[in-house]
């Protein structure tokens, strides 16, 4: 028995055994504390870890619409910048159209005042021909009157008589040049 009080008393003594006083004394501090954790710092853990969750939340949020706008932005650009080239494309055209028929125009407006200036080359040429003609007409009828009315003898004054001789002498030269040019378009 003597080896069972032993025991007894070891046990009491055993550290692994707490005694009753230490084991409520221990309960007591642990309810302390866990009371200040649950009611002070807990919640103040948990609105510091919502605050974060919503920020990170809010971030991830703003960086997605950020993301689909700039998305949209860049498709808005590629869109304008089609547009832009479709753009190009049609004033490039239209400019090559105008150009071509302003030449058109122009090379017409050449041809055109070519051929006034031809006309009025060939009117003035014309003209000219007459005047010379007519100038030539009156010196060799001059001349013709002179020289009849010294072979002849007599004076050719009368004007209506001279300008018959005139004429008919003139038509006969014009009659005679005019089988030679066509005796020598013949040949």
Do not use: C
Not at 4 to 22: F, K, R, S, Y
Not at 77 to 99: I, T
Not at 112 to 119: D, K, V
Request: proline share 2%; glycine share 6%.
């Amino acid at each position: 028995m003597k080896a069972l009080t032993q025991l007894a008393a070891e046990g009491a003594q055993n550290p692994l055994i707490p005694e009753w006083p230490e084991v409520v004394i221990g309960l007591i501090a642990f309810a302390i504390v866990f009371f200040f954790f649950a009611k002070k710092l807990l919640p103040n853990i948990n609105r510091v870890l919502e605050e974060r969750r919503k920020a990170i939340e809010g971030g991830m949020e703003k960086a997605e619409a950020a993301q689909a706008e700039a998305q949209q932005v860049l498709e808005d650009y590629r869109a304008q910048l089609a547009d832009a080239r479709h753009e190009a494309a049609r004033l490039r055209q239209e400019a090559q159209e105008q150009g071509a028929a302003l030449i058109a125009e122009m090379r017409a407006e050449g041809q055109r005042q070519r051929e006034e200036i031809i006309a009025a080359g060939h009117a003035q040429i014309e003209a000219d021909r007459k005047q010379a003609a007519q100038a030539l007409r009156q010196d060799v009828g001059k001349l013709a009157t002179d020289l009849a009315g010294k072979l002849v003898g007599e004076s050719l004054e009368d004007v209506a008589r001279q300008s018959r001789t005139i004429d008919r002498f003139l038509d006969e030269l014009e009659a005679k040049a005019a089988d030679g040019s066509k005796a020598e378009a013949g040949r």
